[in-house]
């Protein structure tokens, strides 16, 4: 689908839905509306002075008026100006995107400003939008309403410096998220670890990345048994991916590039194991490779951005399946590290996988470490599915993540990591560790402090996503589904670092 930036008198323009913002609580239509309501003759001031649309965020209203070449317009309401900033016109571009879809517009223009001339943040935001917005799943479906050939973008003045380049950035983006979606919510079936492997070459050549893929024999050799064991009882073979990414330019002489590690949980399919998990759900297990998803769509993302770090992606993935050769509980791993750990909960593997993972991240010499993953159901259980875990002891790390999250509206909540928890994972009798607590409470703070262990002496954060990282009811931005939650909030704190 082409989306595109152009100067055009919106009145003419012949598209199947003509997308146009109008504020709330302006005393007088302003902008694009202004000139859209002296074209259809004050259709627009007719239909607020009813009172039957305030331009209140996320409102709309579709019209079919005469005096545009449009088949449909629709006013999509932008809030209060005061506040307004670019995530809520991603939304409201995302909310057209969507409605032009579901209409089967085939074309559609979007006309967003209310009086305020479009900079390039607010271009790259509205292609973004745009892309997430009209975004579905639909590999296995037959689609009645066929997709968007053509988004523009109108603008009535002259183009802003960087303009065509912006859109493009955000359509870049926006197809990453997209990408990172489709991947999660692909059926396990079809999405098993040397797929995804498979997945991640293609995704790293696109983008000028490096890619180094290990089997099982390669993970022998290093002492991955935590992966190993995981993947052990499944008929398709674990994988340990590794993607590389160094900035365009060299850092400056006698200066060092700063790797930073991004870690990404690749459960391709979680039955439990043999503590198996209830029936209610259990279809949606293929999404929890949602952390691994974020990774993929993070690199996916960089043609988009100005890249100052070397960006290292890791992926442990694995089918967590019941079998003659899977785990049971009781089952004693050593870890690449060396420590051993008492399996005590099948189900709790995804901590199993990044034990490993944060070992290997250690020969990077990292700057920064961050792992993602729909690791525990206690966390929605803590902060039902308005937020995501954040767990780490560094105060300036967790202010950055929260900031970014918040930017994009991908929000985090800072859980405690405390000493006490990692009390409860030595509490066995045969190991130096149990993946799993007897006690039910605190499960996701547990669970952390286990990774913590692992990740001793790096500058490190955990993000647990499980509570965000499906969509139960359709959002502007966001179908129902896996909806990659933290690719757009890792791609803003990679921007803003050391801002």
Request: aromatic letters at 4%; one cysteine or more.
């Amino acid at each position: 689908m082409d989306v595109i930036v152009r100067k055009a008198d919106l009145a003419t323009r012949p598209v199947g839905l003509l997308a146009v913002g109008v504020a709330e609580g302006g005393k007088r239509l302003a902008g694009a509306a202004q000139r859209l309501d002296r074209a259809t003759h004050g259709a627009l001031a007719a239909l607020l002075a009813a009172g039957d649309f305030a331009g209140r965020a996320g409102e709309t209203a579709l019209l079919y008026p005469r005096g545009v070449r449009a088949k449909r317009v629709l006013l999509v309401g932008l809030g209060p100006a005061a506040g307004r900033d670019a995530q809520r016109l991603l939304l409201a571009a995302a909310q057209a995107a969507r409605r032009a879809r579901d209409l089967g517009a085939g074309t559609l223009a979007l006309a967003l400003d209310d009086g305020i001339p479009p900079d390039v943040a607010t271009l790259r935001a509205l292609a973004e939008g745009a892309l997430l917005g009209h975004h579905r799943f639909t590999a296995y479906r037959r689609e009645s309403k066929a997709p968007l050939t053509r988004i523009e973008i109108l603008s009535p003045a002259v183009l802003v410096k960087g303009a065509a380049a912006a859109v493009g950035q955000g359509a870049q983006l926006g197809g990453a998220v997209c990408l990172a979606r489709d991947l999660a919510n692909t059926p396990g079936q079809d999405l098993v670890p040397e797929t995804l492997a498979s997945r991640a070459r293609e995704i790293a050549k696109h983008v000028g990345a490096t890619v180094t893929v290990l089997d099982e024999d390669a993970m022998e050799r290093l002492g991955m048994g935590c992966v190993l064991g995981v993947g052990r009882g499944s008929a398709h073979p674990p994988r340990f991916i590794v993607l590389e990414k160094s900035p365009a330019r060299p850092a400056a002489r006698g200066t060092k590039t700063p790797t930073v590690v991004v870690i990404g949980k690749g459960v391709t399919f979680d039955t439990g194991g043999y503590s198996l998990k209830p029936r209610e759900g259990m279809s949606r297990m293929k999404y929890d490779m949602s952390g691994a998803a974020a990774v993929l769509g993070l690199f996916a993302s960089l043609p988009a951005i100005a890249l100052d770090v070397r960006l290292v992606g890791l992926i442990p993935s694995a089918e967590n399946m019941v079998g003659s050769r899977a785990l049971k509980p009781g089952d004693v791993l050593r870890a690449l590290d060396g420590t051993t750990i008492e399996v005590t909960n099948t189900d709790a593997e995804g901590r199993l996988l990044l034990a490993d993972a944060l070992g290997y991240a250690r020969r990077f010499q990292p700057g920064t470490v961050l792992d993602l993953a729909t690791l525990t159901g206690a966390i929605s259980v803590a902060l039902g599915r308005a937020a995501a875990g954040l767990f780490t002891r560094d105060d300036a790390l967790a202010a950055e993540l929260d900031a970014a999250g918040g930017a994009v509206g991908e929000r985090l909540w800072r859980m405690p990591l405390w000493d006490d928890y990692l009390v409860e994972m030595k509490a066995g009798e045969t190991a130096d560790l149990v993946n799993s607590s007897e006690k039910r409470e605190g499960g996701a703070c547990a669970a952390a402090a286990f990774l913590e262990h692992f990740a001793k002496g790096m500058r490190w954060a955990h993000l647990d996503i499980a509570s965000t990282a499906w969509t139960h009811e359709a959002r502007a931005d966001s179908a129902r589904g896996a909806n990659a939650f933290g690719v757009r909030l890792l791609v803003r704190w990679l921007e803003s670092r050391g801002r």
